[in-house]
């Protein structure tokens, strides 16, 4: 068994909006799949949780939601970003990008002085 | 904000969106389920499987719902929503909280809007009413006086803190003529009294400075809005038509606006310019000395401050300007006010006016105290209730706690449950002051008053937090008792425990009822006996009396009045103790003050009551004569009579005829001697005796009313017939003075009617209560009577064992109640007139009401304990 680390404290948003934006509109249960498959199932949600994050994205008009029918004809909802998303994500990612860069040049440093 | 509206949207689309939520997650299970399946799992485990990677779909959906709405708002809602429900499931139990409290709150909501308005409303339709000032000189001893004419035109010339000033002086005149003819109230104001209280008129306008030039009087007048209404129906054609008064054409040129009805409340006013009064009396003596004398008394003045200007100021102000006025103008030192005097600058809120306060304000603190301990009684029995109805919702309860509600939850339910109670009471309670205050004051007082009785934003405001109080009175104790309770024990079916603490407090509830309505009941009880004592009171005079009083076309006629005294005295022949005349009825409360001086005294004149009469008027009224000797046919002009009252005043403790007194009169004061002292009567007003010096006339400044014992019906035809051959335009009217007596005795009547309302209603919480009571204690207690019974014991030893559970409560609850109401009553008899503190019969008949009603309240509770069956009983569970 797979020892599954937990989702990283607050990234939960984050990792949504980027599915979203690199996938295109998904409905609830393809989003669940889509992060374990990129995650290689080592990342663990509990697929209940998506629901609520997915709810407070919405109150923040950073998804829109949509009822429409899946490849399989059932009535699902879909999820899309939207362009308040989208510009949301990439600040977020920037933020993301530079404190993970300041954070690996420690572990770099660490390991010199050794 | 977008995230905050989009909450508010769901808390109202809320079961939408749950229908949709439970969709898309089992649109989620169906698709794990399905994926599961290919992987090559049976039906069922692929199910399990998807539940499990999902993780609880309750858990998600009650975390879902938590982020979508406002969760406090909506527990609250649901809090609300269940409250009713739960209402709604005892209709008995919340029409009676709803109906208790919606009158006590309703009662009290009235009083303050009428006290507010007393307070802090100024007169209607002003425009800035707070800049608006009454300006008035009170004397060393708070009595408050006016100003003459003359003065009033020194300091409206003068005062700078001021824009400008203007005079209101009440006044009565005749409208209309034959057949349609009636006493109105008016007021002289100057002609700038429109602008200066800044009044939009409803039609017409108001008067300008020319018509109001002494000397040159226009007869111009401008009728009240009330009047306009009832005696002219409104009619738009009224302005710039002439109307009779005192037979005399006048112009109406405006119409007041509605509300605006001077400084009391009155339904019939008219306006005239000052200057007209030499055209409403043109015959009248006085008329000049109001005009011109610069020691004349008694006008209200109204004015405007300047911009910048404070009341403070204007006071100081006008306090030296009078001072100097009086300097220039009066010569004679003895004619000068007292010493001691200032002038006050107050608003036109009625009670702002000085020397208004005392009494009005008294009853309404009266009035507040015993509304108060109404509420409060009306509360601790609501909560009674609630007590009782928590012990039959135990299970509903413990219920709750145990499947995990937080006490503070269960707490705020139940007084959410209460708040709602109370917030629909007070929607009533709303209602019923939008009618009480003016009901009450239309029919206490004359017309409307000077004041709007709307309910305002400040009064719903007082309702809303009175209902908030009232909640947390009845509901809190009660809810925190009620949720202090052994899960385990309230699970059970039988409510096994007596629940000691919550009798307890139930108890001192109880007490407390019973204090608070003996409080109650015995100022009701010492008011009544008060009321009583005035209805039976001796007025000193006979009402087995006709008044007759005449109206005469110049009202100021004096030679007409001599002229139809003397017609009606050669109709009538010879009086013989038959009839009298006076200047004024008995009781009419109409007086005239005249300044009388003990010659050698070195005061200034004092002014005193003095009536003009005929010689047989203490015969007609039968008013007794108990020193000296009455009136003789052929009198000395210079004798007069006084009342008891007079002699004790200005001859303490000696003999009082024979005395010399000297009385002002046209010519200054005059000497005069006493010939004989009456009884006190209270011939002026009911309220007070006042020193009276009777002085014997045939000159009369306006018809007399003429007073005829009563049994004289030929009398009575003849006056009319003798009236109607001297002059056609006099109008008679007859009553008889028992009905005036009634008429005045109708207030005092009225606050005993309110005094035993109140008292009643206290007692009938009461019962209630302890009805409410003895049947809990009883239900508690079914199954522990029903053992005693089956072994053996006695009924009569049952109902003591009932009536004894209440017992400390109940007397302790007297002896509170017996306390506190000798406190009242030590209160009451300071603030009003007649109340004997002790009077042993209030008492004893409180206490037997009181018992009676303890009689009644547990007579059903203890008969039904002593039936009980021993069977049924042990088998109740």
């Known amino acids: 068994m797979t020892v599954k680390s937990d989702v990283l404290h607050g990234t939960l948003d984050l990792i949504i909006l980027k599915t979203l934006d690199a996938m295109g509109p998904l409905h609830g249960y393809a989003i669940a799949r889509r992060i374990e498959q990129i995650s290689t199932d080592q990342l663990a949600i509990n697929q209940g949780t998506l629901y609520p994050a997915l709810l407070k994205l919405w109150h923040r008009g950073w998804i829109a939601t949509k009822w429409g029918a899946s490849d399989t004809g059932r009535r699902v909802k879909f999820y899309a970003i939207t362009r308040r998303g989208e510009e949301q994500l990439r600040t977020e990612e920037a933020a993301w990008q530079r404190s993970a860069g300041i954070v690996t040049r420690f572990f770099k440093l660490s390991k010199a002085a050794k | ?877």
Not at chain 2, 146 to 153: D, E, H, K, L
Not at chain 2, 790 to 804: D, F, K, Q
């Open chain 2, 1 to 877: 904000v977008r995230a905050l509206v989009r909450r508010l949207w769901s808390l109202v689309q809320r079961r939408r969106l749950d229908k949709e939520l439970a969709d898309e997650l089992s649109a989620h299970l169906e698709y794990a389920a399905a994926d599961n399946i290919a992987k090559g799992m049976s039906r069922s485990e692929a199910q399990r499987a998807a539940a499990r990677r999902f993780g609880g779909v309750l858990q998600t959906t009650e975390a879902y719902r938590h982020a979508r709405g406002l969760p406090f708002v909506e527990s609250l809602w649901l809090d609300a929503t269940y409250a009713v429900r739960s209402l709604l499931r005892q209709p008995a139990f919340s029409a009676v909280a709803l109906v208790v409290l919606a009158t006590v709150i309703g009662l009290n909501t009235s009083l303050f809007t009428l006290t507010a308005g007393l307070l802090f409303r100024p007169w209607s339709g002003l425009s800035s009413p707070g800049r608006v000032v009454t300006i008035v000189p009170v004397d060393a001893v708070g009595r408050s006086g006016g100003f003459s004419i003359v003065a009033s035109r020194f300091i409206a010339d003068r005062a700078k803190s001021l824009s400008a000033v203007s005079v209101m002086r009440p006044e009565s005149v005749d409208l209309g003529h034959e057949g349609a003819r009636g006493r109105v109230g008016a007021f002289l104001v100057s002609g700038n009294l429109f602008d200066v209280l800044g009044i939009r008129m409803a039609r017409g306008r108001g008067f300008v400075p020319d018509e109001d030039r002494v000397g040159t009087p226009r007869a111009v007048v401008v009728l009240g809005y009330a009047l306009w209404q009832a005696r002219f129906g409104a009619s738009a054609d009224i302005v710039g038509n002439t109307i009779d008064i005192n037979d005399v054409p006048f112009t109406v040129v405006g119409i007041a606006p509605e509300g605006f009805v001077g400084p009391e409340p009155s339904s019939a006013n008219v306006f005239f310019p000052v200057a007209s009064v030499s055209l409403l009396r043109p015959r009248d003596p006085a008329v000049a000395s109001f005009l011109y004398r610069p020691d004349d008394c008694c006008s209200d003045l109204v004015g405007r401050l300047a911009p910048g200007a404070t009341r403070q100021q204007a006071a100081a102000e006008l306090d030296v300007l009078t001072r100097s006025f009086q300097t220039e103008n009066i010569v004679d030192p003895q004619q000068t006010r007292s010493e001691g005097w200032r002038i006050v600058v107050g608003g036109t809120e009625f009670l702002a006016r000085p020397g208004r306060k005392n009494q009005l304000l008294v009853l309404v603190g009266l009035l507040s105290a015993g509304l108060a301990l109404v509420w409060l009684l009306a509360c601790a029995n609501i909560g009674n209730l609630q007590i009782a109805r928590a012990a039959a919702r135990a299970r509903e309860i413990g219920t709750r706690l145990s499947l995990g509600a937080s006490r503070a939850r269960v707490v705020r339910q139940l007084l959410i449950e209460g708040l709602i109670l109370a917030l629909g009471a007070s929607v009533l309670g709303i209602g019923i002051a939008f009618i009480l205050p003016k009901l009450l004051v239309t029919s206490l007082a004359q017309g409307p008053p000077p004041f709007s009785l709307e309910p305002d934003a400040v009064v719903l405001i007082y309702a809303v937090m009175l209902a908030g109080a009232s909640a947390v009175a009845f509901g809190l104790a009660p809810a925190l008792h009620a949720t202090h309770t052994d899960i385990t024990n309230a699970l059970r079916s039988a409510p096994v425990d007596l629940n000691r603490s919550g009798f307890r407090l139930r108890s001192v509830l109880l007490g407390a009822q019973i204090a608070l309505s003996v409080i109650l009941l015995v100022s009701a009880g010492l008011l009544v006996r008060g009321a009583q004592r005035r209805a039976s009171f001796d007025p000193g005079f006979s009402t087995d009396v006709t008044v007759v009083s005449f109206q005469t076309p110049a009202a100021d006629s004096r030679t007409g009045a001599d002229a139809l005294v003397a017609h009606l005295v050669g109709a009538l022949g010879d009086s013989q103790g038959r009839f009298a005349f006076a200047a004024h009825e008995p009781l009419a409360m109409s007086r005239d003050l005249t300044g009388v001086q003990a010659p050698g005294a070195t005061t200034r004149s004092q002014p005193a009551d003095v009536l003009a009469i005929s010689p047989d008027y203490f015969d007609v009224l039968r008013i007794q004569v108990v020193a000296g000797r009455p009136f003789l046919r052929q009198e000395s002009a210079a004798a007069i009579m006084i009342n008891e009252s007079f002699a004790r005043v200005h001859w303490p403790n000696e003999n009082a005829v024979g005395r010399t007194l000297l009385v002002g009169g046209p010519q200054g004061l005059e000497p005069h001697q006493v010939v004989g002292v009456v009884r006190d009567t209270y011939t002026a007003s009911l309220t007070k005796i006042a020193p009276t010096v009777y002085r014997m006339t045939d000159h009369w400044l306006r018809a007399p009313v003429l007073l005829l014992k009563a049994g004289n019906a030929p009398v009575a035809a003849v006056v009319a017939r003798t009236v109607a051959r001297f002059d056609s335009r006099v109008s008679v009217q007859s009553t008889p003075l028992a009905d005036r007596l009634e008429e005045q005795m109708r207030p005092f009547r009225y606050g005993a009617v309110v005094a035993t309302t109140l008292g009643l209603a206290a007692l009938a919480l009461a019962t209630i209560g302890t009805f409410g009571v003895f049947m809990y204690s009883v239900r508690q207690r079914t199954r522990e009577i029903g053992v005693r019974i089956a072994l053996g014991a006695a009924p009569s030893a049952v109902v003591r064992l009932i009536l004894t559970s209440q017992s400390h409560a109940i007397l302790g609850g007297l002896a509170l109640g017996i306390a506190g109401a000798a406190g009242a009553a030590a209160v009451l008899r300071g603030l009003v007139y007649g109340i004997r503190p002790l009077d042993p019969v209030a008492y004893a008949g409180v206490l037997a009401v009181l018992a009676l009603a303890g009689l009644a309240a547990s007579y059903i509770p203890v008969r039904h304990a002593s039936r009980i069956e021993p069977a049924s009983a042990l088998r109740y569970e």
